[in-house]
């Protein structure tokens, strides 16, 4: 291994997260309801294992050899039983990078040549649909509570091996849990924050909380 190798093998290296990460994909679809833009949502069907009965947009867990926004358009078309050419990709959110080894990408569309009555929804995933006009997240600010987060070491760990030992100072971390209400539909968790996050897009702000 020589200097000239290394560089070889960095310099056309595109970066990605250390470690391992399952990578998840999602809408964020804009629909037209009555001339208003609207944000379309599903209530996921009680029957599914992983966070039944919850407000989520359309999407899924990567599969081998696709890309996220491949993944968002095949779940969205999966789980709404609509065609890939009535979705138009407007552009990426900011992915998220969550503390449960998960990767998530969001990415903004728009849904077109269909109504929202038209859609006959995968009951087998989804058990409901509606939509929230975008108008209602610009004027409201979610409630934001925040998780502390902190190191549980299990017992067969080489504290032996770091300074200090079992009194070594382990970083803690802050995890945002933010909350719509919207009539009698709780939206929260990721979808939330990505809600958040297209809002702040919008407004040209950066910041997480204003």
């Not at 909350?179 to 910041?207: E, H, V």
Request: aromatic residues 12%; neutral net charge.
């Amino acid at each position: 291994m020589d200097i000239d190798n290394i560089k070889q093998r960095i310099s056309k290296r595109k970066a990605h997260p250390e470690g391992n990460y399952n990578i998840f994909s999602v809408l964020v679809p804009i629909v037209k309801v009555k001339d208003e833009l609207e944000l379309l949502f599903e209530v996921r069907s009680e029957n599914l294992n992983i966070q039944p009965r919850e407000i989520c947009f359309p999407g899924g867990k990567l599969e081998q050899d696709e890309s996220p926004k491949e993944c968002a358009i095949r779940e969205t078309c999966e789980e709404l039983n609509i065609s890939s050419t009535n979705i138009n990709i407007l552009g990426d959110l900011d992915f998220l990078v969550l503390p449960y080894n998960i990767i998530l990408y969001p990415f903004l569309g728009t849904l077109k040549n269909i109504h929202t009555a038209q859609i006959h929804f995968n009951k087998d995933e989804v058990s409901k649909i509606f939509t929230v006009p975008l108008n209602f997240f610009i004027k409201n600010k979610p409630i934001l509570h925040y998780v502390d987060l902190h190191a549980q070491m299990p017992t067969d760990f080489p504290f032996h091996m770091i300074p200090s030992g079992k009194d070594y100072k382990w970083r803690t971390g802050k995890y945002p849990v933010l909350f719509y209400q919207y009539k009698d539909y709780i939206i929260w968790g990721m979808t939330a924050r990505i809600i958040k996050n297209l809002i702040n897009i919008l407004q040209r702000n950066d910041s997480f909380i204003e």
